[in-house]
């Protein structure tokens, strides 16, 4: 595989495996990026290092799928996982645009937006894209030396802040009012 983030190769669909094959293997056979090493593994870190659970894995991996709706209890890591596909899929995807919503603004900077930075490849970022703990990213964008984005926003915005570009991907955190839920989905028809 090529060390440029911008050029990253997409692995083969996950395949499903026992938890005990995920206790003894490491995140170069079942991470995000399985068989990445040396300095292409180190460019990509700490994203190169995430290890899905059993189950994740296909969620992380899947790169066609219309919607996922996950629902399990509290602190399992369905945020972070979510974080790591959407970091994943602006890696993978040169130029694309995606979206992560958050119940609040304070939820989008203190659990969205800092689970985005602890995973995002700084050598990844735009030299602009800049995150503080309390104000959270820049103009509420995350942008990639390839080309794609990550817009910022949050439940509590009118549903008009959440109209206007074509999105590729839409990560909404926690379920939804009806109207952010429309204007959402309605940017992604675009690229079906």
């Not at 692995?11 to 005990?20: C, E, F, K, V």
């Not at 703990?133 to 390839?146: A, C, S």
């Amino acid at each position: 595989m090529s060390a440029n983030p911008s050029q990253i190769v997409i692995p083969p669909r996950a395949r499903l495996i026992t938890p005990d094959e995920w206790r003894r293997l490491g995140p170069r056979e079942i991470g995000p990026f399985p068989g990445l090493n040396g300095d292409a593994a180190f460019k990509l870190r700490p994203l190169s290092e995430f290890k899905a659970s059993p189950g994740m894995r296909a969620f992380i991996s899947e790169e066609r799928v219309d919607r996922i709706l996950l629902r399990a209890g509290n602190r399992v890591g369905k945020t972070r996982h979510a974080a790591a596909r959407v970091v994943r899929y602006a890696l993978t995807r040169p130029g694309s645009r995606i979206r992560a919503v958050g119940v609040t603004y304070k939820a989008s900077v203190d659990v969205i937006g800092k689970t985005l930075c602890d995973l995002i490849p700084p050598g990844a970022l735009h030299p602009d894209s800049i995150f503080s703990p309390v104000t959270g990213w820049r103009h509420d964008l995350i942008r990639f030396k390839n080309g794609s984005t990550i817009q910022i926003r949050s439940y509590d915005q009118d549903p008009l802040a959440h109209a206007g570009i074509p999105l590729h991907l839409v990560w909404l955190d926690e379920p939804p009012p009806l109207a952010i839920f429309d204007e959402n989905r309605s940017r992604l028809f675009d690229y079906g």
